[in-house]
């Protein structure tokens, strides 16, 4: 969400004239796009805080303007402006519409003074980076789940869903561009709802508006398990523009743990929307997040995250442990994890998936695949580097003049977790 964010604010800079910086000494801007997710993120953005805060005072007196933009500039924004005095707006995700106002007071060298009124969220009406032939398009804003553990519905708000009129007018830009891949973005997709549209009926429309141009793939993030309806399996099945791919978060595999994290679903019914996906796609990969040591977690519990990973057979797994986030539920609760224990556990998950991704990329060896060329490869500059629709990374001998084509390639053999391919012509 946050690289979308960031490449709408920079097409903004670009629409008016501005241009990039070598580094912050030459720069009359330095806007800082932050994520509150993790809160390693909050740690670091202090540190960069601080060495701008220095340059600011002591090196580089009032030559640039400093803007503290996202998630962080939403929950903790007045206060980082208090401990910081270098930040000079606090622009947070529902204000991103004063961002030209913002550009407008330091081109005419003036302070920018923000209104009273509660600021609205709007969407940008393009995402897509500079030369970029993949872009995402989001569809929503905000979470209204509330899972136990997370900080995004109080730093992102509601969920909005976007006008299928603006949602249109982006991909047909897109296209105009040669996009070849978007991927819809929100924090639980599956909940669009603008009207009377739900989220199957945004599919069906967007696989109509995308008929005949450039754009071949689609894909969308994140999809909640309690959500997934089957008719969004149906509308995949039938249109081949979805990506044989899906990114489903289980996050637990034990319900009890489930149950804590709020999460509104069980093992049982993970397991079966897994059974429909791949009924209906027997060829569609699975990739997943895993969050362990969770408040309360015993071995038990986790031995339904191993057993619940051995039935999926997921291609790959965001993997982390708990850390308690102040202002979420998930923090008052009791039976903490000792770290040691959180660390073991992971690492018990993380040897799984290792095995299990090595073991579905080795079935997929001699299969003929489309890959989206990518770029370059940065091991090997006569090689390029593209990804399956099934969300593989395959290199293969070529040059640069492909990049952004489609192009069939059969898979040979395996670099760690990448194929070496040979084109099909
Ligand atoms: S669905 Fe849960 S984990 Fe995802 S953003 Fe919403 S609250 Fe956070």
């Not at 540190?47 to 805060?53: D, E, I, K, T, V």
């Not at 709020?262 to 027997?282: F, G, Q, S, V």
């Amino acid at each position: 969400m946050n690289t979308a964010e960031s490449a709408a604010l920079e097409l903004e800079l670009k629409q008016r004239n501005w241009t990039k910086a070598g580094d912050e000494k030459t720069a009359d801007l330095v806007l800082l796009n932050t994520c509150s997710v993790r809160i390693t993120a909050e740690t670091r953005l202090k540190g960069r805080l601080a060495y701008y805060q220095s340059l600011k005072k002591k090196v580089l007196p009032n030559t640039f303007t400093l803007v503290l933009a996202g998630c962080m500039a939403s929950r903790l924004g007045e206060k980082l402006k208090k401990a910081f005095s270098a930040i000079d707006y606090v622009m947070d995700t529902d204000s991103r519409a004063i961002f030209p106002e913002i550009l407008e007071a330091i081109e005419l060298g003036r302070k920018f003074q923000a209104s009273e009124e509660k600021p609205v969220f709007s969407f940008s009406s393009s995402h897509l980076e500079e030369g970029a032939f993949r872009s995402f398009v989001p569809i929503m804003h905000g979470c209204d789940n509330y899972c136990s553990y997370c900080i995004v519905p109080y730093v992102r708000g509601r969920e909005v869903s976007r006008s299928p009129k603006s949602i249109e007018e982006e991909i047909a830009l897109l296209a105009e561009k040669g996009v070849r891949e978007i991927t819809l973005l929100g924090q639980n997709v599956n909940s669009y709802q603008y009207e009377n549209l739900d989220f199957p009926g945004l599919l069906h429309l967007i696989a109509v508006w995308i008929k005949g141009s450039s754009i071949s793939w689609v894909r969308f993030l994140s999809a909640n398990p309690r959500d997934f309806s089957a008719e969004t399996i149906k509308l995949m099945a039938e249109n081949s523009c979805f990506c044989r791919h899906i990114h489903l978060p289980v996050q637990h595999g034990s319900n009890n743990i489930l149950a804590a994290m709020n999460r509104a679903y069980t093992r049982e019914h993970y397991l079966a929307l897994i059974k429909e996906l791949r009924k209906a796609m027997p060829e569609i990969s699975i990739s997943t997040d895993i969050l362990v040591g969770f408040p309360g977690e015993s071995e038990e519990d986790l031995l339904e995250v191993l057993s619940l990973m051995e039935e999926v057979q997921f291609l790959y797994s965001y993997m982390y442990h708990f850390n308690p986030r102040e202002g979420t539920a998930a923090y008052k609760l009791p039976g903490r994890i000792d770290e040691k224990t959180k660390r073991e556990r992971l690492s018990r998950v993380i040897a799984l998936q290792k095995r299990h991704t090595l073991e579905q990329l080795q079935k997929r060896l001699g299969c003929k695949e489309q890959a989206l060329i990518e770029g370059i490869s940065r091991k090997n500059a006569d090689e390029l580097i593209c990804r399956t629709e099934k969300d593989e990374m395959v290199v293969f001998p070529g040059k640069g003049d492909s990049i952004g084509s489609f192009m069939e390639v059969q898979l040979k053999s395996l670099r760690g977790h990448t194929f070496r391919a040979v084109p099909i012509v």
